[in-house]
């Protein structure tokens, strides 16, 4: 039995009059610039910190292959995603930063595109996967590496406007 949910559809643009997931018709829109930036934690023991650091890891370089797997995994976003458009990407940088205070690493990603929908999601797969390669390089070292607070730190470009994350708000969130 179908159900029309003509009301919810339209806020709700990955389903259809149906409730079916579907693709959003992006097609209408003019490319724009869109950028987005992500954010990740990967916290650890302070021996497996001093290890990474010293270049020391048994798998080679840590870092240096968790950057290049976040900006490949960028690229294969829509391969990986459902509904997801596959998009030009005209930038994808991936920055891996020491954190003595975690200790371990904050991962931050930029992605840049001109085309009809934003990099939301490219921004967050490139953060995602960089942090799981650091993990897979550094799991000799140490199972319990945690990889904490992925998160879309901002977007500019597209109708729904600018955004930026509010740190203060998800610390006074009730729990």
Do not use: W
Not at 66 to 72: D, P, W
């Amino acid at each position: 039995m179908t159900q029309n949910f003509p009301d919810e559809s339209k806020n709700l643009t990955h389903l259809d009059r149906q409730g079916q997931a579907q693709m959003v018709d992006v097609s209408p829109k003019m490319p724009t610039i869109r950028e987005a930036v992500a954010a990740a934690s990967v916290r650890m023991l302070p021996e497996t910190f001093v290890t990474i650091e010293a270049g020391n890891a048994p798998k080679g370089d840590v870092l240096g292959t968790a950057r290049l797997a976040g900006i490949m995994a960028a690229k294969q976003t829509s391969a990986l995603i459902p509904l997801c458009h596959p998009l030009p990407l005209h930038k994808v940088e991936v920055q891996i930063a020491p954190d003595p205070q975690l200790p371990g690493y904050q991962i931050q990603a930029l992605v840049k595109t001109k085309a009809e929908t934003g990099v939301e999601m490219e921004a967050l797969t490139a953060v995602s996967i960089a942090a799981l390669t650091l993990y897979d390089m550094a799991k000799a070292l140490e199972k319990s590496i945690q990889i904490e607070s992925i998160r879309l730190v901002s977007k500019t470009g597209g109708k729904s406007g600018d955004y930026r994350f509010n740190s203060s708000l998800v610390n006074s969130a009730p729990g």
